[in-house]
């Protein structure tokens, strides 16, 4: 099954590949690998996804806000394969940093939502390796943001 089916099977949208609103790329290759710059949680309809997760959101709402953090990096990814996910040979690793209280321990439950979706729409080829951190504090005042390295063909 191709990638474009399963994210229609899953009855998924990928948001627009937002511009950087920094000094710094998108993505850029070196070699076979495609770095994504971090994507910060934005909900469906554009909004950004703020709050401390522990004191203003919880555990749950924490791990919704890094499922759209992983599917906006799909929809770089995408973008940066010029719209053919199918060059993507597996995930490498995720780096997600989570906006947390300082007695909040629940990091990579949190970002197992963007874990989980691209597992889900890669398959195989979404097995990774990851970090989950603890913020004081991130841009925007979002709750959330990943990273992402990806292996091209």
């Given at each position: 099954?191709?990638?474009?089916?399963?994210?229609?099977?899953?009855?998924?949208?990928?948001?627009?590949?937002?511009s950087p609103v920094g000094a710094y790329v998108a993505t850029k290759f070196v070699g076979k690998l495609l770095f994504i710059s971090g994507q910060v949680s934005v909900d469906s309809s554009g909004k950004l996804?703020?709050?401390k997760i522990g004191k203003d959101l919880d555990t749950k709402q924490g791990y919704v806000a890094?499922?759209?953090c992983?599917?906006?990096?799909?929809?770089?990814?995408?973008?940066?394969?010029?719209?053919?996910?199918?060059?993507?040979?597996?995930?490498?690793?995720?780096?997600?940093?989570?906006?947390s209280t300082n007695d909040f321990k629940d990091?990579?439950?949190?970002?197992?939502?963007?874990?989980?979706?691209?597992?889900?729409?890669?398959?195989?080829?979404?097995?990774?390796?990851?970090?989950?951190?603890s913020a004081n504090s991130l841009p925007l005042g979002v709750a959330v943001e990943v990273d992402a390295i990806f292996e091209v063909n």
């Open positions: 099954m191709t990638i474009e089916r399963r994210l229609k099977e899953l009855n998924l949208k990928l948001p627009d590949p937002k996804i703020e709050g890094a499922e759209r992983g599917l906006s990096i799909i929809s770089h990814a995408k973008k940066a394969c010029n719209g053919d996910l199918e060059k993507i040979k597996s995930c490498v690793k995720l780096t997600g940093y989570v906006n990091q990579p439950k949190v970002i197992n939502g963007a874990s989980d979706i691209i597992a889900k729409v890669f398959d195989e080829k979404g097995e990774h390796t990851r970090a989950a951190i």
